[in-house]
């Protein structure tokens, strides 16, 4: 066969298949055909084809540049072509190294080798493996092509700050300690009530209702009469126990002060908020009576609330009383309120797993609204370097966690670790890494199988050496 006649026929499945393997048609022994690459013709210089100057799949019939400007390599007719993984002088002196088979594994993966050639019952050829293919180190070793088409990457372990951030729902809730109640202590009825509702803001010492009690009126009535009376220090102390008499019915203090100063016993007392707030509840109407203990008015100060978030429990080890607290309302998107954490209730629900914690937050203009949700977010993370690596490189069995480091020219070493804290997608190593080795984030699956093959061909083959 000539010169031309190879030309051609790699032309021709260049042509039909855009880009790919050259096949040349040598002349074969008598009764056999073969189809060989790279081609071996001798003497034509002459290109057939056109490569990516970078060694890339990528060809053409005719001189082309790459994006950058760069000339595509001329191949003549006669040049040592190869699509194998490694070189053909590195192959072959792979394969004289590996003359010897140990013994044949199953083309699928599976734990079965046999000691002679045989297929398995798909109908593949199983695929012998030669002394010098496994080590005893521990080490995987895959071969570069496999590397590249599976997209194996690896990243050295640095030192870097992990900010480890809790995200927890809840909602908005009064403070315990800024509600007040307006009940009367003894019997009473509500002469007249001042123009407030339910939904109300009320200033401390604002009217809120004229209350008619016959107890309180006899009560003031002594105390004005003990005060106006020029007597003796007897009556001084009398005096003193009918002002407390009237204390103990919680008249107001600016009631007892304007009877003081008129010296009068007023008809109706008027009762005035305890404290800045909001009326929640107003029980109050004019002309009816009120028992004692009835409550007439419920005012709530929300200068001040809380925050009642549920927190996983597997995170209660990392968050504590005091730690920063960030809290972002539904109903304002883009506002953040913050807060520290001021309890963790000593309990767990026991359906959700979730403990409750709460956060004090400020709330000067009344934005946050009870049973507001509401989503905080707690930053655990410590400022101190640690060193890390991403959470991408750590397979997590559940009972033992291990890394595969990168030990050069396609070897990779399983690493058990301990970890530690994580965040931001990284994951603090304890122990078994040091800093500066490269351990893989991709892809590692393909490395954990070509180990696990490994164990168990390994295993089969020193059972069968038993026998």
Not at 379 to 391: F, I, K, N, R
């Amino acid at each position: 066969m000539t010169r031309a006649v190879l030309a051609s026929a790699a032309a021709s499945v260049i042509a039909m298949a855009g880009i790919g393997y050259v096949v040349v048609v040598h002349r074969p022994p008598a009764g056999t055909i073969a189809l060989v690459a790279p081609a071996a013709a001798e003497g034509n210089s002459a290109p057939i084809y056109f490569q990516d100057p970078d060694g890339k799949p990528a060809y053409s019939l005719t001189p082309r540049k790459t994006p950058d400007g760069r000339d595509y390599k001329a191949v003549p007719a006669g040049a040592d072509v190869s699509f194998d993984e490694t070189p053909a002088s590195e192959s072959a002196s792979v394969t004289t190294a590996k003359s010897k088979i140990k013994y044949y594994r199953n083309p699928m993966g599976l734990p079965d080798t046999s000691p002679a050639p045989k297929k398995d019952s798909m109908g593949m050829d199983y695929i012998p493996v030669y002394e010098g293919e496994d080590s005893d180190d521990g080490s995987v070793k895959v071969s570069p092509g496999k590397i590249q088409r599976t997209g194996v990457s690896s990243e050295p372990a640095t030192s870097r700050v992990i900010r480890t951030l809790i995200r927890a729902p809840g909602t908005i809730q009064l403070d315990e300690r800024r509600i007040s109640v307006i009940s009367m202590r003894a019997e009473s009825w509500v002469q007249k009530v001042a123009n407030v509702t339910t939904g109300s803001k009320v200033n401390k010492g604002q009217p809120l209702m004229e209350i008619y009690s016959p107890s309180m009126a006899s009560a003031a009535a002594e105390y004005i009469a003990t005060i106006t009376s020029k007597g003796t220090s007897g009556v001084a102390v009398y005096g003193r126990g009918s002002r407390q008499r009237l204390m103990n019915l919680d008249v107001p203090d600016t009631a007892i002060a304007a009877m003081e100063k008129s010296g009068t016993v007023p008809i109706t007392i008027d009762w005035s908020a305890p404290r800045d707030g909001i009326v929640l509840e107003r029980n109050a109407i004019e002309g009816m009576r009120a028992q004692p203990g009835d409550v007439l008015f419920r005012i709530a100060d929300t200068s001040v609330v809380w925050a009642m978030v549920d927190v996983a429990e597997r995170s209660l080890g990392t968050i504590s009383v005091g730690m920063p607290v960030t809290v972002k309302a539904r109903s304002f998107p883009g506002r953040e309120f913050a807060g520290k954490i001021s309890v963790i209730y000593p309990q767990v629900n026991r359906e959700t797993r979730t403990t409750r914690v709460r956060i004090e937050l400020s709330n000067p203009d009344g934005a946050l609204l009870p049973d507001m949700y509401v989503d905080a977010n707690i930053d655990t993370g410590s400022s101190q370097p640690v060193l890390a690596v991403p959470e991408s490189a750590v397979l997590d069995t559940g009972s033992r966690q291990a890394v595969f480091v990168e030990k050069g020219q396609g070897r990779f070493e399983p690493r058990e670790v301990k970890l530690g804290h994580r965040g931001d997608g990284y994951v603090e190593i304890r122990q078994g890494l040091a800093e500066g080795e490269p351990v893989v984030v991709s892809a590692n699956f393909l490395i954990d199988a070509e180990s696990n093959l490994k164990a168990a061909l390994k295993g089969f083959s020193d059972a069968g050496g038993q026998q």
